[in-house]
């Protein structure tokens, strides 16, 4: 039967209620099934229920082995340049002074408040600052010498091959220069003291120190026309400190204070490095110690005396006490292999110590000096650490050894001191708009002016003649012309002479013997430690002592033939003043050399001459000079602080 008054809706509304009912139960269970609702995040990553304990196991696996891993990979990281980022701060820091934005109160007049007795500091300068100019050394003083190598140096550094000959004895030549610098002449120059030398700001070298990173010298060789030739740099021995060479382009100011701080602990192998080691020779000593006492004053011969025994005692006490283990590490922190060393000598060097001490004390009581007290005014080094800053120093002496000299040459040389440059790296700190102001910036070093040129030295040559005398033909027949000659070779450290008499057309030609035991070492046979006990025993005279293998016997005579003849011999026809205030006739000798020049010589003239000096007398000492041990270490310890920067 039809509702009246009901519409459709109401007639169905219990059917719709149930349709939506429906699809809402349908739309449940598709989510349920299709969506997976009921999901858990497990890090980055959904899972269901079930399966989340075995994700965990999982992660909880890796996270395990990751820490019993033994060589887990690191993560990348960026590398800072500390030292770069320091200069490049420091290069940018301002320059300018710190000012209050206010007055703090009322200044004080000091001065006028202690009626003029308070010192009254100096101002500020604020022009601009120049570079500083390094005090000259003193004139230098240059000697020679003839030596021969240890043979067994060779071996450990090659490069004194180019200095000696291809076989054994190695003799060679060279000149040492000494000069002497005023550190107090140094600090009056940064304090602005010296003529025209404006002072440069404290805080400029204060932290760092100054200290002598190099003693440089240069030679000018007399020509045959009377002349000097060109200056030119010393050769100095292989493995010279040098810290002026441990530098690049690129070092920046933290470099710089390190290498001061390195060479100031080793001043005295920079300053005054050894001379190679010698077996046979003179032995080595400084050039004052060489020239004549007599050219010095008394106060000069006292202060250099005691100069003298200050490094001897410092060098003994170094020896006494000489710390073990490596030596400090390099300015920038560069590391290289050692070099072979030879073995220890340190015996044999206090010994030779302890007597030069008893000599100059000895020579120091006949000047009247108590040389118990000598040196007790000077602060003693206590360690390596422990430096005394050149700034405290009224004289320091310094030298070079040139091993770049030609046998029979003249040389003269000048000297110079290098120090830190107190400005580099200090742009900042001057005119950004002022070239010439922030070029004072760019040299880690500065060098002193060149000092006076030394007087003249001269280097032996290989072999020599002198006329020491001569006999012209009377005319009756009597006694035929006749010259004395005498001949000098080196050898084994020292000149061999052989005299006779020629008459023209003779040869200078003779033969010489030689006294002492003249020893051929084989380096691939015997070491430098039996060597050393071989010699020791000679020189103390023991009997029978048998050479062990490696070790022979040169021939203790030799020839001496220079190709020169005699061609005439006649009186001169100049009277020459003796100092005896005689008067005498110099005979003059003709002779053709080994290149077919005539040459004339003059007896008096070549008794006065500094080459027969030189020769006849290395000749007289070579048999009061006994053999040395071999064994001394080639190489300075310091050397390797300062090995050579790359270009």
Do not use: C
């Not at 909880?60 to 701060?89: C, G, H, I, M, W």
């Amino acid at each position: 039967m039809k509702l009246k008054g009901v519409n459709p809706i109401e007639q169905h509304i219990e059917k719709i209620v149930l349709g939506i009912v429906m699809i809402l139960l349908l739309a449940v269970l598709s989510m349920q099934f299709v969506t997976r609702p009921n999901d858990i995040d497990v890090g980055n990553r959904k899972v269901a229920p079930d399966q989340v304990y075995a994700v965990l196991e999982g992660q909880a696996n890796q996270l395990q082995s990751q820490l019993t891993d033994l060589n887990p990979a690191l993560p990348d990281f960026k590398s800072v340049d500390l030292v770069e980022r320091y200069n490049q701060a420091f290069e940018s820091a301002s320059g300018g002074a710190i000012k209050l934005s206010s007055a703090l109160g009322r200044g004080v007049d000091v001065v006028g408040a202690s009626d003029g007795g308070a010192w009254a500091a100096p101002e500020i300068a604020t022009g601009p600052i120049e570079a500083l100019r390094v005090p000259v050394t003193s004139k230098p003083v240059a000697a020679s010498l003839w030596a021969t190598l240890d043979p067994f140096v060779p071996a450990v550094v090659p490069e004194y091959e180019q200095f000696i000959p291809a076989t054994q004895p190695f003799d060679f030549p060279s000149v040492t220069i000494e000069a002497v610098f005023n550190g107090k002449d140094l600090e009056a120059a940064l304090l602005g003291k010296g003529e025209s030398q404006t002072a440069i700001p404290r805080r400029f070298w204060s932290v760092t120190g100054l200290a002598i990173l190099g003693f440089e010298a240069q030679r000018q060789e007399l020509m045959s026309d009377g002349s000097w030739g060109n200056a030119e740099p010393i050769v100095t021995p292989p493995h010279t400190p040098m810290p002026t060479n441990a530098l690049d382009q690129e070092a920046g100011l933290l470099d710089l204070a390190a290498l001061v701080t390195t060479a100031a602990g080793v001043v005295d192998e920079v300053a005054r490095p050894t001379f190679p080691p010698t077996i046979a020779g003179e032995p080595w000593s400084p050039p004052s110690e060489r020239v004549a006492s007599g050219s010095y004053s008394e106060s000069t011969r006292i202060s250099r005396l005691t100069r003298q025994l200050d490094r001897a005692r410092a060098e003994l006490d170094r020896l006494n006490n000489a710390p073990a283990g490596n030596p400090p590490p390099s300015p920038k922190g560069r590391t290289r292999d050692p070099l072979p060393l030879i073995p220890n000598t340190n015996a044999r060097d206090r010994d030779r110590l302890e007597k030069r001490i008893k000599d100059i004390e000895d020579q120091l009581k006949e000047l009247g000096v108590d040389t118990a007290s000598t040196g007790k005014s000077r602060r003693t080094r206590t360690s390596r650490t422990d430096i005394r800053s050149v700034l405290e120093e009224e004289a320091v002496d310094l030298w070079a050894h040139d091993l770049g000299v030609k046998p029979g040459a003249t040389y003269r040389y000048r000297t110079r001191v290098v120090v830190n440059n107190p400005l580099f790296r200090k742009s900042s700190e001057l005119d950004p708009d002022d070239a010439a102001q922030q070029a004072l910036t760019q040299d880690p070093f500065a060098r002193g002016a060149w000092s006076d040129w030394s007087d003249p030295v001269v280097v032996g040559a290989r072999e020599y003649f002198f006329v020491t005398g001569a006999e012209a033909d009377t005319g009756l027949g009597a006694t035929a012309p006749k010259a004395t000659v005498e001949l000098y070779k080196m050898f084994y450290g020292h000149y061999r002479r052989s005299t006779f008499s020629a008459s023209p057309g003779d040869e200078l030609a003779g033969s010489v013997r030689m006294s002492g035991e003249l020893l051929h070492f084989d380096q691939t046979v015997i070491d430098p430690d039996e060597a050393a006990q071989v010699v020791v025993r000679l020189n103390e005279n023991e009997e029978n002592v048998d050479l062990p293998e490696g070790v022979t016997v040169l021939s203790n005579r030799m020839r001496i033939n220079l190709g020169v003849f005699v061609l005439d011999i006649y009186a001169g026809q100049s009277v020459q003043e003796t100092g005896l205030g005689q008067s005498v006739v110099p005979m003059q000798i003709v002779l053709r050399d080994a290149t077919g020049s005539v040459i004339v010589r003059s007896d008096l003239r070549d008794e006065s001459s500094p080459a027969y000096a030189l020769a006849s007398q290395s000749a007289a000492s070579a048999s009061s000079n006994p053999l040395r041990a071999p064994g001394e270490s080639p190489i300075s310890p310091a050397a390797a602080l300062f090995e050579r920067a790359e270009p």
